[in-house]
């Protein structure tokens, strides 16, 4: 069978949940193999394996760690030439995706970034996209070369498949643009106990209806109870009620959990082209003619203030 080369995305070995998902698609394709770029293996390995991961190409130089993507670029095509992979996977993300499209150039194959499924079809894999603010679902195929896909998370929930895999570690060689940015510090950013909004599978926004930087506790606090991510509409952005990096949207993350809820949201085309590829949606918003409940599956008719504290007691009743 054929081997899938999946890039993983981590930190010093702590496995992204994005990595698993490309590893339980990677199955469906043919035998998955991943690419360990910096160091970590060792951490790494385990769940890699637990996911299926038959071999794993571990690629440890300085210049992985100390570069910017093309490193990854000139690591991930040499692995390809020797590897002859059926196709390669990487997250939707901005590295995954200048990575990915720098490798496909590199082995003139043809790209596909964004997909939300990847099936196995009779000449290679199938993808799947939302395009046009998610009014269209779109079916594509690579024609030339080797297939390079890059996946939004949660297309998927990850499987365990447990194997033990081998480890190569290929001799990479690095070109000169590959050290032609070097990064000078990097420094964590400050977060929370709230999962990260692109990876969580739940994600709970407010929009203006929540009227003030204060309220979005009523936001936080069922999403604390549900273990979710908080997003934010650009309204409440704008008005400095929660830090734009939370903005869901055209223009801010492109978020696809299995549960969105959007309170005090009215659903315009540009915040929903950041959540509709959403697989369950719950509108609560006190206006019956909001647009987003024509998307919703499910909808409340109220004020936010009365319905969200009336979940959280729901859902911690139903816990106890
Ligand atoms: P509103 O449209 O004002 O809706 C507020 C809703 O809250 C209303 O439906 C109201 O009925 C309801 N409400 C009020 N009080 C309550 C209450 N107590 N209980 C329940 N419901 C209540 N927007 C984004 O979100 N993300 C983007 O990435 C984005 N990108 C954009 C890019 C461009 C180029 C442009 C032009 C716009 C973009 N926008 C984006 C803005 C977008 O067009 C909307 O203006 C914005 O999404 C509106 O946010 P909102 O739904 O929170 O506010």
Do not use: C
Request: glycine letters at 10%; charged letters at 20%.
């Amino acid at each position: 069978m054929a081997e899938i080369l999946v890039l993983v995305d981590h930190s010093d070995g702590a496995v992204r949940k994005t990595t698993l998902e490309l590893l339980t698609l990677a199955r469906r394709l043919g035998e998955p193999s991943a690419v360990l770029l910096g160091p970590g293996a060792d951490t790494a390995m385990e769940v890699l394996g637990r996911h299926g991961a038959r071999k794993i190409y571990v690629v440890d130089a300085p210049e992985v760690k100390d570069f910017l993507v093309t490193p990854a670029v000139d690591a991930l095509t040499g692995i390809a030439a020797g590897a002859a992979p059926a196709a390669i996977l990487l997250t939707s993300g901005p590295d995954g995706k200048e990575t990915a499209a720098r490798v496909a150039l590199r082995l003139d194959s043809g790209l596909v970034t964004d997909a939300v499924d990847v099936t196995a079809g009779p000449d290679g894999p199938v993808t799947e996209h939302s395009a046009f603010a998610a009014t269209h679902q779109v079916t594509a195929h690579v024609t030339r070369g080797v297939p390079v896909i890059t996946v939004k998370p949660n297309a998927v929930a990850p499987e365990p498949a447990p194997v033990t895999p081998v480890v190569e570690k290929p001799d990479v060689v690095f070109g000169p643009a590959s050290v032609a940015v070097r990064v000078l510090s990097r420094t964590p950013r400050e977060r929370g106990d709230r999962p990260e909004l692109t990876e969580a599978d739940i994600v709970v926004s407010g929009g203006r209806g929540v009227d003030g930087a204060e309220n979005f506790a009523v936001i936080e606090r069922v999403a604390d109870a549900l273990g979710a991510a908080v997003g934010a509409s650009r309204a409440a952005v704008d008005a400095g009620w929660y830090p734009h990096s939370h903005q869901v949207g055209q223009t801010g993350t492109q978020v696809s959990p299995q549960l969105y809820l959007a309170a005090g949201i009215s659903g315009a085309i540009q915040h929903r082209a950041g959540m509709q590829t959403s697989r369950t949606i719950v509108a609560v918003n006190k206006d019956a003619d909001a647009p987003l409940f024509e998307l919703a599956d499910y909808g409340v008719v109220g004020d936010l203030f009365q319905v969200l504290p009336q979940l959280v007691e729901e859902i911690e009743r139903r816990r106890s």
